[in-house]
């Protein structure tokens, strides 16, 4: 009787097969192939990475430096073949070492073995008027260390990504980057010299300073790191203590290269601490203040959190429920003892990028956007840049989603996912010189550092 039921129902046309994925139920296989394909189709002619996507305005060299960490992930993961990953990153070094240094105002991509912070996209040149970027190169280079390390097979073509990216980063003058008072500017201006604004703890610059530190040709002196932690600004928010910085990037991008479990430098120590449990506590208590949602911001939840540097829907003031709120465009969003900025617009980077401190509560959060705002937040290459389900207009009428997606933003996301999953990246990066020359110097010890 049985069976006859199940043939009727067949013939009626019901379903007789097992319950199959739906397009909208999500996947973290998928996710991770969908933002690697941005870094895999999202380049100009000369393999730079764009900022952004669809927008095509200019290359990053941040980006660009995420693109080449993610080649070897691609290959470890089979989205692309060995062979193609070494060639691409290949063209992509090549290129780096070609473009026209100098201190020109124009014409060129950098100086002193920097790079613009954004580059044109037809001749790979300086975007208007933007700086030598002393983070944004530094990102960059930690993207050409990656692909130094991981690709060591004699042959011809690995033979030369290892050159090249020994040049490229031996090149750069980190050195003259330093101010007067001994701590690294943000950047330099042709035309108006070094920016006043400084590289001083806590924030994404960790990297920066370790490679500054362990540079052969052009390293910074031996107190650049203690002179960083100097403004070191513990405290607790939200039930969990840690170095107060905001927005959740700045707790992010350096472990993506270096895993900072179970080393420590001095300041580390005295706190009986490390630099990924202060990345952990940093992100459960921006978690901590969403879920609390002291502003009411709508949808705001347990598994709907994340505040980071990100898109907005624009600088802008309404009048909602009686309340004047106030909107921004791209801003660097976080909360902290230090101060908050909110304005009600959740980043998947924000959850994606702390993959490693907080997996189940990172992954329900990426989960939930997926399925739950699939068609306004999914798409080609994953997870769109940000949302706010406040900002409703006549234009917006069930809040605003962005249409963009972002390099550095999908970097984060899909670099952190690998480090949990496989440690892909440290691993890596665990067999580059000039990391642990870098992190030696700057008194970190301990964990397995101490077996280098």
């Keep these: 009787m049985r069976f006859f039921t199940l043939f009727l129902l067949c013939m009626l046309g019901m379903s007789c097969s097992p319950t199959r994925k739906t397009e909208i139920e999500y996947s973290r296989h998928e996710l991770k192939k969908r933002t690697f394909d941005y870094f895999w189709n999202v380049v100009d002619s000369s393999y730079q990475t764009w900022d952004r996507y669809p927008q095509q305005t200019f290359s ?33 070094l090549d290129n780096l070492w070609r473009m026209p240094q100098g201190p020109g105002t124009s014409g060129t991509a950098g100086y002193k073995g920097f790079y613009y912070h ?33 690709f060591d097979k004699d042959n011809s073509v690995e033979n030369k990504i290892r050159t090249l990216a020994d040049s490229l980063y031996l090149r750069v003058d980190w050195n003259w980057m330093m101010k007067p008072n001994g701590i690294m500017s943000m950047g330099w201006h042709p035309e108006s010299g070094f920016i006043d604004s ?35 600004d513990f405290d607790t928010f939200y039930g969990y203590k840690s170095v107060q910085f905001d927005p959740l990037f700045g707790h992010q991008y350096s472990h993506i290269w270096i895993d900072f ?16 449990n202060n990345s952990a506590q940093a992100t459960l208590a921006n978690r901590s203040y969403c879920i609390a949602n002291p502003m009411q911001w709508n949808g705001y939840a347990e598994n709907l959190w994340g505040l980071s540097a990100c898109d907005g829907p624009g600088d802008d003031r309404l009048m909602l429920d009686g309340k004047e709120r106030q909107f921004f465009s791209y801003r660097a969003r976080g909360a902290s003892s230090v101060q908050v900025v ?58 605003w989603f962005d249409n963009d997606y972002i390099g550095i933003d999908q970097g984060a996301i899909l670099l952190q996912i690998e480090n949990h999953e496989t440690e892909l ?4 990066m665990k067999k580059n010189p000039y990391i642990i020359s870098g992190l030696k110097k700057a008194g970190f010890k301990g964990g397995w550092l101490d077996q280098k």
Excluded at 69 to 90: C, H, M, S, W
Excluded at 351 to 367: I, W, Y
Excluded at 425 to 428: R, S
Aim: include cysteine; glycine fraction near 8%; hydrophobic fraction near 35%.
């Design 261 to 276: 479990r179970g080393i420590q430098d001095s300041i580390m120590e005295v706190h009986h601490d490390d630099y990924f």
């Design 425 to 428: 990246i440290w691993n890596i």
């Design 60 to 92: 990053s060299i941040a980006a660009t430096g995420f693109g080449l960490t993610a080649y070897p992930l691609g290959i470890e993961n089979k989205f692309i073949t060995r062979d193609e990953g070494a060639q691409r990153v290949l063209k992509t």
């Design 342 to 399: 909110d304005d009600g617009t959740i980043t998947p980077t924000a959850a994606g990028g702390s993959f490693p401190f907080t997996p189940e509560k990172s992954e329900a959060c990426l989960k939930n956007i997926w399925e739950t705002y699939y068609h306004e937040m999914v798409g080609e290459y994953g997870l769109k840049d940000a949302f706010n389900l406040t900002y409703i207009t006549p234009e917006f009428p069930n809040g």
């Design 198 to 232: 400084e590289w001083a703890g806590y924030n994404e610059a960790m990297i920066l300073l370790i490679m500054a530190m362990g540079s052969p040709t052009h390293p910074t002196p031996d107190d650049t790191w203690s002179k960083w932690c100097r403004t070191y």
């Design 118 to 150: 954004f580059l044109t996209i037809d001749q790979a040149h300086r975007y208007k008027q933007v700086e030598l970027s002393s983070i944004d190169t530094g990102l960059l280079m930690a993207g050409v260390l990656t692909c130094m390390s991981y």
